[in-house]
């Protein structure tokens, strides 16, 4: 698919891998929603940062409330048109006790079913198009064999939408479904940890490195410019899914 003048909503896209995707998108030719909770500031950087040529507008939701879902896609058609692919980046990783339910709750709110309501909300527009494309941001975590008990119930939840990566593929050939599982990927969300931590972390990769936002991104761009994949969950990681193995 050529990316040019596609319509390309990114939740999520105020920083980290949400704002490279954004940005790269952009660099296509691509016309592209820069989606935001709270952080206006960032989504106004990264439509900055995609470039003054660039044809891009940035809209808030709290993707949690399916009513405020419900009334973005209106909002977007009237200002861009009919969107032809969506990146579901939304969410963020939180660690918990497998006995907080709360946490449960809300890791589910934030990463399966806000995913699974944005994309409900996709599907019954631009029916017409040729072709629809869905890229779900995941995590090696939710592949079943590299979860994190530290991060249980992050984990179940991007497991899930691994799951309906999979599954929403079957429902429409002309929907083409995949989803990207980064690794340790350095966004401001690592920003605080100690030098000890980064260096231990790293230490469990194969690379030595965590993985660069834009590196997810190129991922997703193959992906997108694709036409024959649909139904896989692609794992950029810099090997860190192989820790278990010993290092020579």
Known sequence: ????????????????IGQ?????????????IVHYRKN??????????????????????DLTQPEQIKR??????????????LVNNAGEAQSGDFFDNAQWQAQFANIFFSALHVSQYFLQQNTDAAMRKIVNIGSLYGNPQNGNVDYFSYSVAKTALHSMTINLAKLDAKVLVNAIAPGYTWTP????????????CESRTRTGRFVQPEEVTQMTIAVLENDSLTGQIITVDGGLGLQTLERK
Do not use: N
């Open 1 to 16: 698919m050529d990316l040019r003048e596609k319509i390309i909503l990114v939740t999520g896209a105020s920083s980290g």
């Open 20 to 32: 490279a995707t954004a940005i790269a998108c952009a660099q296509k030719g691509a016309r592209v």
């Open 40 to 61: 206006k500031a960032g989504a106004e950087d990264t439509l900055k940062k995609m470039g003054k040529s660039a044809k891009g507008v940035v809209v808030q939701a």
């Open 72 to 85: 973005m896609f209106p909002q977007v058609a009237q200002e861009v048109g009919k969107i032809h692919i």
């Open 189 to 200: 969300a690592w920003e605080g940890i100690s030098a000890a931590e980064k260096q231990l």
